[in-house]
């Protein structure tokens, strides 16, 4: 028989089992080692996952065996587990996903075996304007996250040429992923198009080495550009969330120098943070990853084509001379 015990979280009992568990066979990570971390890393982690529907990834027996998503909410869920209800996408009706609003909820799903966090990237009830345009980079090797990180600063210089702050995070897999937080009432069309456009450029100023189609033959050697997930119906690991990999890694906020000194040292480890790395990180930093909650921006009003990246960058140029010049008259 299952052992089982409860634990009293935010005041309300939260059934946990087995927590002798292995789930990490390469580490001995056990489960109850994944109900810690997520119970140590729960107040840095709750803001980004507040009123945000998310699909459950469960893995019962452990990383090396099978796993399932879980998109509708289990009907055993305890009362105090909100759900956030969605529209589906396949079939008439609507779905009710699980919303991990507290560190009870956080535990109970754990002890489900949820090792990762995916979340959408617009809250409840606001489902059609995303907090965020996201691009993930995905490499085909042998490209890895070197290359990942070489694309992601080509990508910094694009977003700040539109006056668009961005923010890097790994996927605590061989990607990396990076934020432009909008925290507006941008919409999916929007935010998509213009991810699009960004992924189309890049390859066509990088074919050797970048790609924006979504063929897995195509990918080789390159890294692929991920525009697509700028979507209302598709979720993305969220930050600071476990990943099912040999070692318990973890979806990281880094800096943008620690990408830079990633690409010049050519050194993927650089960006390779464990459970246990990412606890002792938030300590010494902090989030990293907190204004993507708070800043507020806008998208450019006008559309944008792969042409007007090179009107805009002269238009800036010529803005900049302009200024020298006043300043030396």
Same mark, same amino acid.
């Given at each position: 028989?299952?052992?089982r *015990? ?10 946990v ?26 107040p ?8 945000r ?7 019962? @027996? ?19 587990? @909100? ?20 560190? *009870? ?7 489900l075996?949820?090792?990762?966090m995916?979340?959408f ?9 995303p907090?965020?345009?996201?691009i ?10 070197v290359?990942?990180?070489?694309v ?16 890097p995070?790994? $996927?605590? $897999? ?5 934020y432009v ?7 999916y ?6 991810a ?5 450029h ?7 080495s ?22 209302e ?7 600071y969330s ?7 890694t ?10 830079a000194?990633t690409?010049?040292?050519? @050194?993927?480890?650089l ?29 450019? @009003?006008t ?5 007007n ?12 001379? *302009?200024?020298?010049t006043?300043?030396?008259?």
């Amino acid at each position: 028989m299952p052992q089982r *015990s409860y634990l009293e979280v935010n005041g309300k009992p939260v059934k946990v089992s087995n927590l002798s568990k292995v789930f990490y066979p390469a580490t001995g990570f056990t489960k109850g080692d994944v109900i810690d971390y997520y119970i140590r890393i729960a107040p840095i982690l709750l803001p980004h996952l507040k009123n945000r529907p998310i699909s459950l990834k469960r893995y019962p @027996d452990g990383v090396d065996g099978f796993f399932f998503y879980e998109k509708q909410c289990p009907p055993h869920h305890p009362q105090w587990v @909100d759900t956030a209800r969605v529209p589906s996408r396949r079939r008439q009706g609507f779905i009710d996903y699980c919303v991990m609003n507290d560190e *009870s909820a956080l535990v109970w799903a754990a002890n489900l075996a949820d090792l990762e966090m995916h979340t959408f990237l617009h809250r409840a009830p606001e489902l059609e304007h995303p907090d965020f345009l996201v691009i993930d980079l995905d490499p085909g090797a042998p490209a890895d996250l070197v290359n990942c990180c070489e694309v992601a600063l080509l990508l910094k210089t694009f977003f700040d040429r539109f006056d668009l702050q961005s923010f890097p995070k790994t $996927s605590g $897999s061989k990607g990396l992923q990076v934020y432009v937080p909008l925290n507006t009432k941008a919409t999916y069309d929007v935010t998509k198009a213009f991810a699009r456009t960004i992924a189309e450029h890049l390859e066509s100023e990088n074919p050797d080495s970048v790609t924006s189609k979504m063929q897995k033959n195509l990918r080789r050697g390159k890294v692929f550009v991920d525009w697509s997930q700028n979507d209302e119906h598709k979720t993305t690991v969220c930050v600071y969330s476990l990943r099912a990999k040999e070692r318990p890694t973890v979806s990281t906020p880094v800096s943008w120098k620690e990408v830079a000194d990633t690409a010049k040292k050519g @050194d993927r480890d650089l960006l390779t943070f464990e459970a246990g790395d990412v606890l002792r990180r938030v300590k010494r930093k902090g989030d990293l990853f907190a204004p993507v909650l708070a800043l507020r921006q806008r998208l450019p @009003d006008t559309p944008i084509t792969t042409a007007n990246f090179h009107v805009r960058q002269s238009d800036k140029a010529a803005k900049n001379r *302009s200024r020298q010049t006043h300043a030396a008259g």
